[in-house]
Nanobody, 123 residues
Framework: QVQLVESGGGSVQDGGWLRLSCRAS????????MAWFRQALGEEREGVAA???????HYTDSVKGRFTISQDNAANSMYLQMNSLRPEDTAMYYC?????????????????WGQGTQVTVSS
């Protein structure tokens, strides 16, 4: 059974940084696409960054140049380095994993989800 556990959220000032981690377990094979999503209060869940099994990365426009997604296969972990944080980045951040993902930023494509970690950026 696949399990994803996020950590690293917190509260920072505008312009600050945070590094989120997602530790994965239970993968039994297949080429997984991993991604970070976020959901602000009252908003729909949106894709932030994704990384393919071959290491190719993808970002939504609002975080390009500020966020970096990476993975460490030996540690079964994925990371999201978030720099130059803005108040509009405030949200619950979720780690997700899926196989044969067609649309990397569509939540429905991902079968496995973590419980989320809160990121709050104050002005």
């Amino acid at each position: 059974q696949v399990q994803l556990v996020e950590s690293g959220g917190g509260s920072v000032q505008d312009g600050g940084w945070l590094r989120l981690s997602c530790r994965a377990s239970g993968f039994t094979g297949g080429r997984y696409c991993m991604a970070w999503f976020r959901q602000a209060l009252g908003e729909e869940r949106e894709g932030v960054a994704a990384i393919d099994a071959d290491g190719t990365t993808h970002y939504t426009d609002s975080v390009k140049g500020r966020f970096t997604i990476s993975q460490d296969n030996a540690a079964n972990s994925m990371y999201l380095q978030m720099n130059s944080l803005r108040p509009e980045d405030t949200a619950m951040y979720y780690c997700a994993a899926g196989v044969y993902v067609a649309d990397r930023f569509a939540p429905i494509e991902y079968k496995h989800w973590g419980q989320g970690t809160q990121v709050t950026v104050s002005s």
